[in-house]
């Protein structure tokens, strides 16, 4: 059973314009969240994170929100860039509360195309 | 050399050899972590150590053993592999023991390939 879930294995967006991806998840305990970029043959990147006591979180163009009623995520990138394109991974973890090192759990991606 | 390094990049052996995945990261942190990406899932949690102690194993075959003999090196030796275990072998770390969460940095991964 999959606790973290993207559901848009793909997205396409044009240079310029918003790219939004999306990430549900079903634990209640998860109270860190991260996202991270991959391109081929590299290992993910950090992007961005937030803490369940936050709502949202910006870092230049990317922005992160939180729904907890929802269980729900998004990446936001403003404006979206041809380098943007790569594999969006959104992972949680169960330890902000707790401290001590805890593995994430991960979505199974969304590839993010932009087109110019 | 900075972030996190992993040798060899690509690997392909046998069902009968024996090969060890190396992992060393140069920031300083205090926590290591083993994941498998097969293809179509999301990455999965093998292993983790902390201050060099295991403090997770996640179900994992013994097949693959960690080792972790400094909070520098990782190792995760594999014997008598099967074809399904072919993915992409990820290695974390992160810095542990501060109050709130931390980030894990990973490194580029060895692709292994069991024939």
């Known amino acids: 059973d999959q606790q973290v879930k993207q559901n848009s294995p793909s997205l396409s967006v044009q240079e310029g314009r918003i790219s939004i991806l999306n990430c549900d998840y079903t634990?209640?305990?998860?109270?860190?969240f991260l996202w991270y970029k991959k391109y081929p043959a590299e290992g993910p990147t950090f992007l961005i994170s937030?803490?369940?006591?936050?709502d949202k979180n910006e870092d230049g163009r990317f922005t992160v929100f939180l729904n907890k009623s929802a269980k729900h995520l998004s990446l936001h990138i403003v404006p979206s860039q041809p380098g943007d394109s790569a594999v969006y991974f959104c992972?949680?973890?169960?330890?902000?509360?707790?401290?001590?090192?805890?593995?994430?759990?991960f979505g199974k991606g969304t590839h993010l195309i932009i087109q110019p | 050399e900075t972030g996190v390094t992993q040798t060899p990049r690509h690997l392909v052996m046998g069902m009968t050899n024996k090969k060890s995945l190396k992992c060393e990261q140069h920031?300083?942190?205090?926590?290591m972590y083993w994941y498998k990406q097969s293809a179509k899932k999301p990455l999965e949690l093998m292993f983790v150590?902390?201050?060099?102690?295991?403090?997770e194993n996640n179900s994992v075959p013994s097949r693959f053993s960690p080792e972790c003999p400094n909070s520098s090196h990782l190792f995760l030796h594999l014997h008598t592999l099967q074809p399904e275990d072919s993915a992409l072998y990820l290695c974390?770390?992160?810095?542990?023991?501060?109050?709130?969460?931390?980030?894990?940095?990973f490194g580029p991964g060895t692709r292994l390939t069991v024939l």
């Open positions: 992972a949680a973890s169960g330890r902000y509360s707790g401290g001590g090192a805890d593995g994430l759990t």
């Open positions: 937030i803490s369940s006591i936050k």
């Open positions: 974390a770390s992160s810095r542990e023991g501060a109050p709130g969460a931390d980030t894990q940095y």
């Open positions: 150590y902390n201050f060099k102690e295991q403090t």
């Open positions: 634990n209640s305990m998860f109270d860190y």
């Open positions: 920031l300083g942190h205090n926590a």
